[in-house]
């Protein structure tokens, strides 16, 4: 590590015995304080992002860096490798520049703030929390810039900067820095809510440690890392397969009119050690959509996706790192040289999931395989004056469908992040000149399977005000592939209906979109794919979705049930009619199911969807 610590007391930590039971308490005083942190954070954040929808990322870490609790570990350890001062009791670190920070954070809206915990002269551990600011600066509000070519277009960055010094607060550092951004009254509160819940967790760890000793503390999260690392051990031996396995997946545009970017991945074991080698995946991306992906970062996700699939009881914890091994090419999409923009880096983050589903699945499809449908995470932003003459500014993330498991049906209009929560309309309508007019599943859109993919959501923004929006959000080209037999999920679509009627397609990237008061947005998001053959899928299921109107009459029909006019099976139709879609497929079902290849969705891609297809991407050296 390159930081050095200053500590006033030397004396060495011992490794004492400590009780189960002990290890127990410590461990969910440890949870709890992690929970405490997103309480504070909720309640005195200002911005609907963090407040109300959750976009922040919480932990604690020992006193190397590695995270015991949290959501979303990986930051501090790359952070110290590359950061140079010394860091001091009351000390509180502020960063959002990738390229500053090993990729710690990896876009410039997201705001990480690290607090060391001293006690008695002594670092005992560390709080962590990011949080997504509703503005950065930068070409366009929102600061995510599709269009953006490099880094600089994208608002202020922060290299890793004491924001309080000795527990005194730099104020015209801060002042500085809200000078740079659109929403600085958000901002303010939203940072002051981060220190806050740091803070609040650092005097948890400090109690924990005078109740049961500093060693016993200390001592503990070590045996809570072990513990991870030996769960995490026998799943690698267990659920990962010696031979390589390689799964391609793509990004579907760049919103510069190029695509698809090509995500491939290989994954094998050696022993008790993963391998993930990234080689083959496209180089960079001349628009923002590249994905700077920490090594780390990546490990962090293989272990939370693992852990969620065979065992969520599993407390995730940064403790099986050495298990796994992550290549990633320099200059490619995720990897990118500096000063590569970073600010679209979404779409290709939601992506490997799907990629990591696939990849762990491989060895074990009948109890570890998801199709996907974990794709992206949309975003809308809209801004202007409102009709008194106030800048008016909201960026919201939408939800589509997740996709079909093993264990059962993928949830409707559910987050990528198992954290994150919708903006309720009540609040939107509340704050911004919006009326939502819609807000519902979209039938039919989850694909077909044994265990359906759950549908995407249409939410219908009607603006009151004249203002310019953007659009994020992929999956628009590609389809969420199902698996076992399972269909793809519905694509994404956005539709503007203009005040006069008039109707347009809309891309699923672009910025600067003029809307007037009367403009009508649909925005309408992919469905999850299904799991599985969905002519074994129980036709009482399938009626009870029409029911709830998650599928149509006619959707039922890809299940291979007929639904009456009343609204019961028909059991005899039903039979003739799975026993004809049987005869007409072959006897084996494809392990995956991506709709069509590459080549045929750009050749239909405006038939489709209105669009034009995008043109092979032009990659930079």
């Known amino acids: 590590m390159s ?38 954070l909720f309640r005195t954040a200002m911005s609907p992002g963090i407040r109300e929808q959750g976009d922040c990322f919480p932990m604690i870490a020992n006193r190397d860096g590695k995270m015991v609790v949290g959501q979303f570990g990986s930051f501090i350890r790359p952070f110290l490798e590359v950061y140079e ?29 690290l607090v060391p915990v001293f006690k008695d002269g002594r670092l005992i551990a560390w709080t962590s929390m990011f949080g997504h600011m509703s503005d950065n600066g930068g ?66 760890c400090v109690e924990i440690a005078e109740r049961f000793g500093d060693d016993v503390f200390n001592t503990t999260m070590d045996v809570m890392l ?64 590249n994905f700077f992906m920490n090594e780390d970062m990546f490990k ?41 923009a970073l600010s679209g880096r979404t779409h290709a983050l939601g992506r490997i999931f799907d990629i990591l589903g696939a990849l762990l699945g491989m060895g074990a499809p009948e109890q570890l395989l998801n199709a996907a449908g974990f794709s992206d995470s949309p975003h809308l932003f809209y801004s202007g004056y409102d009709d008194k003459g106030e800048w008016f500014q909201l960026f919201q993330i939408g939800f589509g469908g997740i996709p079909g498991r093993p264990v059962g049906d993928g949830p409707d209009g559910h987050s990528l992040w198992p954290g994150f929560t919708n903006v309720p309309n009540e609040f ?79 891309p699923a990237k672009k910025e600067g979109i003029k809307v007037q008061a009367g403009d009508v947005l649909y925005f309408n998001t992919w469905g999850g794919a299904g799991w599985g053959d969905p002519l074994k899928r129980d036709p009482q299921l399938v009626k009870d979705d029409v029911d709830r109107n998650l599928v149509t009459i006619e959707g039922a029909k890809n299940y291979g049930v007929i639904i009456t006019s009343n609204g019961e099976v028909d059991v005899e139709a039903t039979t003739a009619l799975r026993a004809s879609m049987a005869s007409e497929r072959p006897d084996e079902l494809p392990l995956f199911d991506g709709g069509n290849d590459i080549e045929t969705l750009r050749a239909n891609c405006e038939k489709e969807t209105g669009l034009p297809a995008p043109v092979a991407p032009v990659f930079i050296k």
């Open 3 to 40: 930081a050095r610590i200053i500590e006033t007391n030397n004396t060495p930590f011992t490794s004492p015995d400590v009780p189960g039971v002990t290890v127990d308490l410590i461990e969910n005083a440890l949870r709890n304080a992690r929970e405490e942190m997103d309480a504070v």
């Open 85 to 113: 001062a010394d860091i001091e009791e009351g000390d509180i670190i502020l960063t959002n520049d990738p390229y500053m920070c090993n990729a710690a954070v990896s876009h410039l809206p997201d705001w990480l703030v």
């Open 139 to 204: 070409m366009v509000p929102g600061s995510m810039p599709i269009e953006a070519t490099n880094i600089f277009q994208e608002g202020v960055r922060i290299p890793p900067t004491k924001l309080y010094k000795k527990g005194q607060l730099q104020s015209d550092l801060l002042e500085l820095i809200l000078h740079n951004v659109r929403t600085p009254q958000w901002n303010r509160f939203d940072l002051n809510a981060l220190v806050a819940a740091c803070n609040t967790a650092s005097r948890r």
């Open 226 to 289: 072990k513990r991870n690392f030996d769960a995490m051990e026998h799943i690698i031996r267990n659920f990962i397969p010696e031979e390589p396995r390689t799964f391609t997946d793509y990004l579907c545009d760049d919103g510069m009119g190029m695509g698809p970017y090509k995500i491939q991945c290989k994954m094998w074991r050696e022993e008790s050690k993963v391998f993930f080698d990234f080689d083959g995946t496209d180089p960079q991306a001349q628009s923002s959509v």
């Open 300 to 340: 962090m996700f293989f272990g939370s996706f693992t852990i969620n699939v065979v065992d969520p009881q599993i407390v995730f914890n940064d403790g099986f790192y050495d298990l796994v091994e992550v290549r990633i090419p320099q200059g490619s999409l995720l990897k990118p040289n500096y000063p590569a």
């Open 428 to 506: 939107i309508e509340s704050y911004f000149p919006l009326r939502v007019e819609r807000y519902e599943t979209i039938p039919d859109s989850g694909g077909a399977g044994l265990h359906r993919g759950g549908n995407g959501l249409s939410v219908a923004y009607h603006f009151l005000c004249d203002g310019e929006i953007g659009i994020h959000d992929d999956r628009w080209l590609t389809y969420p592939w199902g698996v076992l037999g399972g269909k793809p999920g519905a694509r994404s679509t956005k539709k503007m209906v203009r005040s006069d009627g008039t109707v347009e397609w809309l």
